[in-house]
């Protein structure tokens, strides 16, 4: 069977459409943590700090319960393209409260005060500030948790531009309370301006998904038949993904250990790497998050065949996006590089590293993109499994041997990042077309099946 090239032109207007505000709305967060850390270095370097190591464990912390909840947007995805769009609103009443007891379990973690900091090799100033800055900022994660269910749902029924304005005006907000408490409470009131953003994100998204004009045609405010396979599949996903990017997490955190061996310097030049590469990466995760849609939205109406083009398409897109930052990159390292540093024996490093991230972009991107598309199909450990093998079996270990053994250095970190990418990218895309081939589809078992059994 050829391949059905006529549908990949509307794929890829959908995709355009859908991946440009979840851009946006996905780096509303990074950009939210790089203002506090940009109005806090003009304060105070000592607040800085204690800002900064906090975010060491809320940030694991943080990507892992996003995971947790991930499966929201599929499931609504695959419901509303099968036509069951009373069904919808089911999934946006159960991830709420869900998104929400997650979170409220992580404040309580962010709790535990100095202690992890001491063990850490923190001495008792920095444990005692950063401390208190975790659990300021560990209130606002059920608000930004439970932003997200209802960023999620909309997304899965192609709605993504009012959790992207609703962000918009959250950072806005982020920057008014900066300015008015980081002056007088340092990095504990840009902690307490972060957490209020993030709950009045909570609040105003769950209105507004409450209050949609066509509310009744989803059901938003009416309990209706119980959808248990549903339900279990939205758990089951968000299990996977939030081990997945937990384990990614723990990861790239390793490497920042290891970054630290080669001194200040090498530290501060991977820091600078890994800020520079997660910008860049936002743009992939809106590509794989629009991708998820419309790969959901296709197994939801019994369409395989178009999954599958869907999948690729996004593959392409999102291939064809970074190229040319690839090229800027390649072309100008260190004018990249400036823009964060003037030392002049870290920009060198910098330098650098921008002419590897070249290297990672298109194959961090293509995994990106793939998890994403085998999680719209349903898919729940497979892509959690593939992950986990290249970023912990390779990855980390392959950065050890060229950093330590081959005296690489920080270099050697990201030549070990781009390793750990291409094996993700290649297992997960061998995986997409491997259902493919097979002519699976997870739709008769999660949305056909699930209202069949509550038929019943």
């Known amino acids: 069977m050829s391949f059905p090239w006529s549908s990949v032109g509307s794929h890829a207007r959908e995709l355009l459409r859908l991946a440009l505000p979840t851009v946006v709305m996905r780096s509303g967060a990074l950009v ?29 912390l943080l990507l892992t319960s996003l995971g947790l909840i991930l499966g929201t947007l599929v499931v609504t995805s695959q419901l509303f393209g099968a036509g069951y769009d009373a069904r919808c609103g089911g999934v946006w009443r159960r991830s709420l409260p869900y998104s929400l007891a997650i979170g409220f379990a992580v404040s309580l973690l962010c709790c535990v ?41 909309l997304e899965g029924l192609k709605r993504p531009w009012p959790g992207t304005w609703l962000m918009l005006f959250g950072n806005l907000l982020n920057v008014v309370l900066n300015a008015w408490w980081i002056p007088e409470h340092g ?59 937990g384990v990614e997490a723990f990861a790239f955190s390793s490497l920042n250990v290891m ?56 593959l392409g897109l999102d291939v064809l996006l970074s190229l040319p930052v690839v090229v800027l990159f390649l072309l100008w390292p260190r004018a990249f590089a400036a823009v964060y540093t003037a030392d002049s024996e870290v920009l060198a490093l910098a330098t650098v590293l921008v002419g590897w991230i070249a290297l990672v972009l298109p194959f961090d991107g293509a995994q990106a993109v793939m998890s994403n598309a085998l999680r719209g199909r349903g898919e729940t450990w497979a892509p959690m499994v593939l992950q986990s093998g ?26 070990a990042i781009a390793a750990g990418s291409v094996v993700s990218a290649v297992a997960l895309s061998a995986r997409f077309r491997y259902l493919a081939v097979r002519g699976y589809t997870k739709a008769e078992t999660t949305v056909d099946a699930g209202l069949r059994d509550d038929a019943r």
């Open 390 to 415: 290249a970023y912990l079996a390779v990855m980390m270990p392959l950065a050890w041997w060229l950093s330590t053994r081959q005296g690489m250095g920080a270099p050697g970190l990201f030549a």
């Open 32 to 60: 939210m943590l790089m203002v506090d850390i940009l109005m806090l270095g003009h304060a105070s370097s000592r607040e800085l700090a204690f800002y900064s190591l906090a975010q060491g464990p809320l940030t694991t």
């Open 187 to 245: 990095a504990v009131g840009a902690g307490w301006a972060t957490t209020t953003s993030r709950w009045f994100l909570c609040l105003a998204a769950a209105a507004w998904v409450w209050g949609m004009r066509d509310h009744d045609r989803f059901r938003v405010r009416h309990h209706g038949l119980r959808d248990r396979v549903g339900w279990a599949l939205q758990r089951r996903l968000g299990y996977a993904a939030g081990m997945s990017i």
């Open 259 to 314: 970054a630290g061996w080669f001194g200040a310097a090498s530290l501060a030049a991977y820091a600078i790497g890994i800020n520079l590469l997660g910008v860049i990466f936002m743009v992939a995760l809106g590509v794989g998050s629009a991708t998820s849609v419309r790969v959901g939205y296709a197994v939801g109406r019994g369409d395989p065949r178009d999954a599958e083009v869907a999948g690729w398409t996004g």
């Open 113 to 153: 005060g100095p202690a992890p900091f001491r063990w850490m090799g923190q001495d008792e100033a920095l444990s005692l500030g950063a401390a208190e800055v975790l659990r300021v900022v560990g209130f606002g994660v059920p608000g930004y948790l439970g932003y997200l269910a209802s960023a999620y749902f």
